[in-house]
């Protein structure tokens, strides 16, 4: 009897784990089947700097696969990794372990791991599978990333010419903090696909459990400052989204949807506060965009900027307002990459101390006045606040969503 009742518990939350309980193209806090962390920064001239820490967590019993993939700001995939998780996991990974010394994160399914299963325990109402697909894999050597692939990562990531290739991948900040942003998918197998390979390879071993969650963490010990805000939890609903709706990969497949993925929106609303004796630190809002296609996934000459196909990107509408309504607009306000933090007072210039911005970043002319794979301008966007004082305490939160890809907002703010 108590094993038919684990049986059936078992059964019940796989079933549970098609659609969760939210809406699609409405981004909640909810299990999901893709993680998005949105912006990263590590500097990796100072161990006491900035970095960036993630957790993916299994909302779920039974066992699963996470793929994880690292991009460039500029969103070239430079670096991908499995995460085994067995039921009700939780994993922590450190951005400047991975980057700045190659150690990936030590998980193992049951196949691969010790006979007393130390690598991944197995909790008392928690699963552990076998993922043949992983034998050789997992765990990971530990560095798992050689000194020379090291060098490239952090030659690329902060805009410099990878030692290896000669081309670039990233804006040109050539500061020693490493930049970009990180996908997490559920997946059925352990893999080296990039998402960008969607159509060629990719969408075999993607899968839809809406079952992980989480968040991320910029820490800085050397000014004692730390603040988090969960990741951006994107679910599946293939049966709805079908091809010719925009989905959050559906540019790395021509528009056909088979990843299944919501849509992100393309225009947001947020406050922000200019540097006042309150918050002297002003606001910083950590913008992520949508981009080119596959073709464009991939490094380019660094004579230029960013890729030819689509940098720099554009915007429609940015209103900036006060806390008496009163209205500024500027039509030269550049938010060119696919993930950055852009502080509100040197990028925005407003003339008020206080207030809320309406950003509308469909594309706009420009290099790519259209999304190839769909032949509109309703490219998605996410947007996260953050507000700072004395470089130790902040106040965040995610801006507020106003439309979504597949139903946009396609009027003037007047």
Known sequence: M???????????????????????????????????????????????GINTLFSINNAAPIALLAHVTIWSDQSVP??????????????????????QNGNLPQTASAGQDTPGGTISPQGPASQDLNFASC????????????????????AVLQGKPSPSFGTCYGSKRNDNILRGYVTVDTVRECNVFFPSQLASGYDSVLT?????????????????????HALVHIESDPNSLTSGFHTFYGRYAGGTAIDGREALPTTMLARYLNPNPLFTGGTDFIIWREGGDQTSATSYAC?????????PLTSTQIVIFDETEQIVTDGNIVIPNEAQRVDVATTFISPFNFGWIFLNLQLN?????????????YA?????????????????????????ANKPFTFPFP
């Open 303 to 311: 004579t230029r900027q960013g890729p030819a196909q689509w940098y």
């Open 135 to 154: 034998n050789g894999t997992l765990p990971y050597g530990n560095p798992a990333l050689n000194a020379a692939f090291r060098a490239h990562l952090q």
């Open 2 to 48: 108590k094993h038919k009742l684990a049986f059936l518990f078992v059964l019940a939350s796989l079933l549970s784990m098609g659609q969760a309980f939210a809406v699609i193209g409405t981004i909640d806090d909810v299990p999901a089947a893709t993680l998005l962390l949105p912006y990263f920064e590590v500097d990796i001239a100072n161990q006491n």
């Open 365 to 377: 002319g420009g290099v790519m006045p259209l999304l190839p794979a769909y032949g509109d301008r």
């Open 208 to 228: 839809d459990q809406n079952a992980l969650w989480g968040d991320y963490t910029y820490v800085n010990s050397a000014q004692n400052f730390a603040t988090g």
């Open 78 to 99: 430079v670096l991908n990794f499995d995460v085994y998780l067995t039921g009700y996991d939780i994993q922590t990974i450190s951005l400047r372990e991975v980057l």
């Open 380 to 404: 998605q966007m996410w947007l996260t606040t953050e507000q700072t004082a004395n470089g130790r305490f902040s106040a965040g939160y995610e801006a507020i969503q106003r439309d979504n």
